[in-house]
């Protein structure tokens, strides 16, 4: 399939997304949360054809949209990095120092620091998830 028949068929599929999410507005209770699988096909769709576009045509939040799409698991389950983001290490926490420092910053300038010792053990990923979601 061409980039061209594969963005006519993701757009076909926004409209059908659409008409599912007007139909939960007009049939839930006040306060109920978004399906998960409706939020999985507009983050997939978001992925193709754009977050601003499909935040847009659903009437969904933007920043939440986008967020999803930068969390959005890769085939291996594992999370995708969040753009423009890397890891540095230094040649002592290569060489096995006592102690790690891991520090995170998000695009709005939050930062997490994380020191840790060298018979401590830390689910390093889950905190920057947490903290992530949190921003």
């Known amino acids: 399939m061409t980039n061209h028949e594969n963005r006519a068929a993701a757009a076909a599929q926004l409209k059908q997304v659409q ?6 507005r007009g049939q839930r209770r006040k306060g109920t949360p978004i399906p998960p699988e409706v939020w999985q096909q507009a983050t997939e769709l978001a992925a193709e054809l754009g977050v601003y576009r499909v935040s847009r045509a659903l009437k969904l939040s933007y920043d939440g ?11 291996g389950g594992r999370a995708q990095s ?3 983001g890397f890891i540095e ?12 420092v891991v520090e995170v910053t998000d695009q709005r300038g939050g930062r997490l620091s994380v020191r840790i010792g060298a018979q401590q053990s830390v689910d390093v990923v889950a905190l920057v998830d947490r903290f992530l979601e949190a921003r």
């Open 82 to 84: 969040l753009p423009g």
């Open 65 to 75: 949209l986008r967020h999803r799409v930068n969390r959005q698991p890769l085939h």
């Open 19 to 24: 008409e599912r999410i007007e139909q939960w």
């Open 89 to 100: 290490l230094g040649g002592a926490q290569l060489l096995g120092t006592p102690a790690v």
